[in-house]
Nanobody, 126 residues
C-alpha cells in the first residue's frame, strides 16, 4: 500500500511559476514509477508527466515539454512537478499517482496507476 498526498497548489498569474509536491508514505516508494495527471473542467483526466522509479527517465505530454519538469527524491519519498510559464488552460486539479510495476517503464494511461492522491487545485488567472 502507498498513500499519496499532494501539496503546493494555489492561484498564480499567467506567465508565473508554481511547484507542487507529492509525499508518499508506505512501503518502497523507490520501487514505483510515478506520474502526474490533471483533470481539466469538462475533460477526462490526462497524463502530464511521468518518472521512472530511479528518476533517470522522464516523459511528458508533448505540449507541456519545456514548461513542466518532473523530479523525485527517493530519500524523501517525494515527487515534484515544477510548472513554468503557466497559462490559464493549465487550470486543473493535479493528481499524483503510483505505478507498482515500476522500473524504467513510464505509463501514460490512468489504468496503469494503482495509487492516487486526493489532488491539488492549480488555478492560473489571465
Amino acid at each position: 500500500q502507498l498513500q499519496l498526498v499532494e501539496s503546493g497548489g494555489g492561484l498564480v498569474q499567467a506567465g508565473g511559476s508554481l511547484g507542487i509536491s507529492c509525499a508518499a508514505s508506505g512501503r518502497a516508494f523507490s520501487s514505483y514509477a510515478m506520474g502526474w495527471f490533471r483533470h481539466l473542467p469538462g475533460k477526462e483526466r490526462e497524463f502530464v508527466a511521468g518518472i521512472s522509479s530511479s528518476g533517470h527517465m522522464v516523459d511528458y505530454e508533448s505540449s507541456l515539454k519545456g514548461r513542466f519538469t518532473i523530479s523525485r527524491d527517493n530519500a524523501k519519498n517525494t515527487m515534484y512537478l515544477q510548472m513554468n510559464n503557466l497559462k490559464p488552460e493549465d487550470t486543473a486539479v493535479y493528481y499524483c499517482a503510483a505505478d507498482p510495476r515500476g522500473g524504467a517503464r513510464i505509463a501514460t494511461m490512468r489504468s496503469s496507476y494503482d495509487y492516487w492522491g486526493q489532488g491539488t487545485q492549480v488555478t492560473v488567472s489571465s
